[in-house]
């Protein structure tokens, strides 16, 4: 090899090294959380309870939830959250929340609902995770 070339070579080792380390320096990005339960249908008249909750590194962004016939988002909520509303027999109880949880960390989102009949007497509760 000429040294000619070997002196090109030395060149360009030295910014690629360079490059690769600055890569090793950049942290990654957040994970994305978007937390759904199953679908559910009040079987009679009744009270549903939401929940949101996180543990370590996560946040909340917004939380969506169905009150009677409308739609609710609360964006930026307080944690943990927990909304209790009226629902009538026959009416959607349904949540999702959308948030993040750092990459590089440990933790996690939680969303769920309580329904309880009117009677006190029947229930019925599902959560689901995100990480």
Known sequence: MEPS?????????????ALALTGV????PDISCRVTTEDYTAPEDGSVTYTASITGAAT???VVYQDGDKTVTVDG???PVSIKV????GAAVDIT???SIANDAEGNI???Y?????????SYEFSSTCR
């Open 97 to 99: 929340v959308y948030g």
């Open 5 to 17: 070339m070997m002196r090109r070579g030395r060149f360009w080792a030295a910014p690629a090294l």
């Open 60 to 62: 909340i962004k917004s």
């Open 25 to 28: 320096a950049c942290s990654s």
């Open 77 to 79: 909520p307080k944690v």
């Open 114 to 122: 309580s329904f309880l009949d009117s009677a006190g007497a029947d």
């Open 86 to 89: 009226p629902v009538a027999g």
């Open 110 to 112: 939680v969303a769920g």
